[in-house]
């Protein structure tokens, strides 16, 4: 006999960022929503305390909140001659597995994409013409522009709390922020984080250069605050235990502290824990979604009616579910036809690490996002007209606070692995050693892509997800520019040895831990030929699915995606609640 649940009028898939506050809108909105997280119930208060948060060992080491590989990896090749492999070890795929997603070990930088970055294509020809984009590559708009998502930005930093300086304001640009970003309607609600000496010596060096340093929007609260949901955080303790771990604080912006206990009180809405969706299913003339298959904890199988699904798990297993649910078509790289698992990219990452011979950066204190950037040379900021690649990066030091094992490794060039040597070089390489961060752009190309492994499958039988993946020569030649520009900086900082780092110098590993910031597969724009989804995430195939998440992006700006992740939700909650149900059907006509 099938287990079968009450049918809801939504159900979510996954209990991150993007689901939370996805189920927030909607129960406010009074509908009956039901949330379906792989993972288990985590409490901030018992599960996070500070005294068990700063487990080095447990949380960062050992990632013990992460996704284990035995439960749900993917395979992986550089190209489509090769054999692809599970991924074994802990890597860039940071699935989050636990209530809060990855939002809830995320370290918290809560970036705004630009205006370029969400129109690269018009905007690119525009100024330097078609020629300008590299064959293979693929640039296109997104559908959805700046100016329209301003307000959700806007509003997800008003739920986050987070901390910053406006650069740009009601138009004018404003002192000590970031003259490059988009335009604000408001001011940040909570001020910058405090500085410390590793922001201060960037920013001295990077004025001295003539570029325009500021503190980079943090998700920790730089003060006590209380958010639209009447939810309390508290002032961040820079104790710099933040990414890979939890916030026993609640200062720490996250699902868990910001969203889900107000939405917990809601009596329309219910959280499955520990229960994995196999499959979106379809009715029988496969134009619409009629609701979910799951496992739950005891292994039964079970099926969540919905009128509404929504899809918001991570980047890669948003894309798999597509696959293993037959829904639009998939890509096929020879052909160059099909979108779902198409405009697979990444972030390309450079810079340079920086050994001083005579600092005290205090690396025991810092929080996740503390650290100071420049955007002169990000996104199209800058002059392209004579370079051979688009895009760019933001040049940051990261205060982030130095763990003693983590930091470890983190020696000058021909350091002993151990003995007295190696401990003296350590204990100095704490104060005087860090680096500078180059956060780079990614645009897709037609060799890289996402589908289900032939081979390989999970413990319910089910394929793996497979990606091919390399950088292509825009990255490439990217990445060399930026990592030139960072030792610039590094030599102005006063370092003693610059050594300049390029991820993409080589071929792409998903064990390089450079970056996490995995994006695409199942993009949104306004063709159904080249878009899984229209401009409000909605799925060209099936009318009442919505996809949510960074596998919604076309391209990788040089930010974290999580600012953009939140606003795009808001914006699709909007759009579901004002538009589709009052009249369901495809909100964009293709």
């Not at 064959?135 to 008003?158: M, N």
């Amino acid at each position: 006999m099938k287990n079968i649940r009450p049918k809801v009028d939504a159900v979510i898939i996954g209990l991150g960022w993007c689901g939370s506050l996805m189920a927030e809108e909607l129960t406010r909105a009074g509908l009956n929503v039901v949330a379906i997280e792989r993972g288990p119930w985590v409490e901030t208060a018992t599960d996070f305390p500070p005294s068990v948060d700063t487990d080095e060992l447990r949380w960062d080491t050992r990632r013990s909140m992460l996704l284990p590989q035995a439960v749900e990896t993917s395979t992986f090749r550089n190209n489509s001659t090769q054999q692809a492999l599970p991924t074994r070890d802990w890597n860039l795929n940071e699935m989050g597995n636990n209530v809060g997603g990855a939002g809830t070990h995320w370290a918290g930088m809560a970036w705004r994409f630009t205006p370029f970055d969400l129109q690269p294509y018009t905007m690119t020809v525009a100024r330097y013409g078609k020629e300008k984009i590299m064959p293979g590559l693929i640039l296109q708009d997104w559908g959805v522009t700046y100016d329209e998502l301003e307000p959700f930005y806007d509003r997800f930093e008003k739920i986050a709390g987070v901390s910053g300086k406006a650069g740009k304001l009601n138009g004018k640009i404003i002192p000590g922020g970031n003259p490059f970003e988009g335009n604000r309607s408001s001011e940040y609600p909570l001020p910058p984080l405090a500085t410390m000496r590793l922001t201060d010596i960037f920013t001295e060096a990077s004025y001295k250069l003539g570029y325009h340093p500021f503190m980079v929007p943090a998700g920790q609260a730089s003060q006590a605050y209380v958010n639209p949901l009447g939810v309390r955080m508290g002032p961040c303790t820079y104790c710099g235990y933040c990414l890979y771990y939890g916030c026993g604080n609640f200062s720490k912006s996250s699902p868990n502290a910001c969203v889900i206990p107000a939405l917990m009180q809601r009596g329309n809405f219910t959280v499955l824990t520990e229960s994995a969706v196999v499959r979106i299913n379809k009715a029988e003339d496969g134009k619409t979604a009629t609701g979910v298959t799951y496992i739950d904890r005891n292994n039964q199988e079970w099926e969540q009616p919905a009128g509404i699904v929504v899809l918001s798990a991570f980047q890669m297993q948003n894309v798999r579910m597509l696959l293993l649910s037959k829904i639009g078509k998939p890509y096929n790289p020879q052909t160059k036809k099909g979108v779902v698992g198409r405009a697979y990219n990444f972030q390309t990452v450079a810079g340079a690490s920086l050994f001083f011979k005579d600092e005290n950066l205090n690396q025991f204190i810092g929080a996740g996002a503390l650290s100071a950037q420049i955007d002169d040379f990000n996104g199209d900021n800058f002059d392209h007209s004579d370079l051979d690649f688009i895009g760019g990066a933001g040049l940051l030091v990261v205060a982030r606070g130095s763990r003693p094992i983590g930091n470890a490794d983190f020696l000058p060039p021909e350091t002993p692995r151990w003995g007295s040597e190696w401990k003296k070089a350590y204990t100095h390489a704490f104060q005087n050693a860090t680096g500078i961060f180059g956060q780079g752009t990614s645009y897709a190309d037609e060799e890289s892509y996402l589908d289900l492994d032939p081979e390989y499958k999970d413990n319910y039988g089910l394929p793996l997800l497979r990606l091919t993946y390399d950088y292509n020569q825009n990255d490439r030649n990217m990445a060399k520019y930026l990592e030139e520009k960072s030792v610039g900086i590094g030599k102005a900082m006063g370092a003693e040895i610059v050594i300049g780092t390029n991820s993409a110098s080589g071929s792409y590993s998903p064990y390089n831990l450079a970056s996490d910031h995995t994006i695409g597969g199942a993009v949104m724009g306004l063709d159904p030929e080249t878009s899984v989804l229209n401009r409000y995430q909605q799925s060209w195939d099936l009318h009442n699915l919505f996809v949510l998440g960074a596998s919604s992006f076309p391209n990788n700006a040089g930010y974290n995606p999580t600012g953009t992740i939140g606003a795009l939700s808001l914006w699709t909650a909007k759009a579901i609640i004002d538009q589709y149900i009052k009249n369901p059907g495809p909100l964009v006509k293709d």
